[in-house]
C-alpha cells in the first residue's frame, strides 16, 4: 500500500494538462462574470426606456356622437390627469 502511495505521490503524469484546463476555466469563470454584470446593465437601462415611455403615454379619448337613418350614439371622453409626485415632462 506505501508503494502504491509512494508511485502516485510521484507520477506528474497529466499535470501540464490539469494547470491547463484550470487556467482555462479560471479565465472562462472571469469572462463570464463580467459579460454577466454587463448584460444585467443592459437589460436594467432597457427596462428604465420602457418605463419612461409607458409614463409618457397619452391616456385620453375621444371620439364624437354618431347619426344614422335610425339612431345615434352619444360621444365619450376621458382625460388623465398628472399623478401627485409625477412631473411633467418627466423623461430620464
Known amino acids: 500500500m506505501n508503494a502504491l502511495f509512494?508511485?502516485?505521490?510521484?507520477?506528474?503524469a497529466g499535470f501540464i494538462v490539469s494547470a491547463e484546463l484550470v487556467l482555462i476555466a479560471t479565465i472562462c469563470v472571469l469572462g463570464l462574470v463580467v459579460g454577466l454584470a454587463e448584460l444585467s446593465h443592459n437589460i436594467n437601462n432597457e427596462l428604465e426606456d420602457v418605463g419612461s415611455a409607458f409614463s409618457c403615454i397619452q391616456q385620453t379619448y375621444n371620439y364624437?356622437?354618431?347619426?344614422g337613418h335610425r339612431g345615434s350614439a352619444s360621444g365619450s371622453s376621458f382625460t388623465d390627469y398628472a399623478e401627485f409626485c409625477e412631473e411633467p415632462?418627466?423623461?430620464?
Open 6 to 12: 509512494q508511485t502516485l505521490l510521484n507520477d506528474e
Open 89 to 92: 415632462d418627466s423623461i430620464h
Open 64 to 67: 364624437q356622437c354618431t347619426h
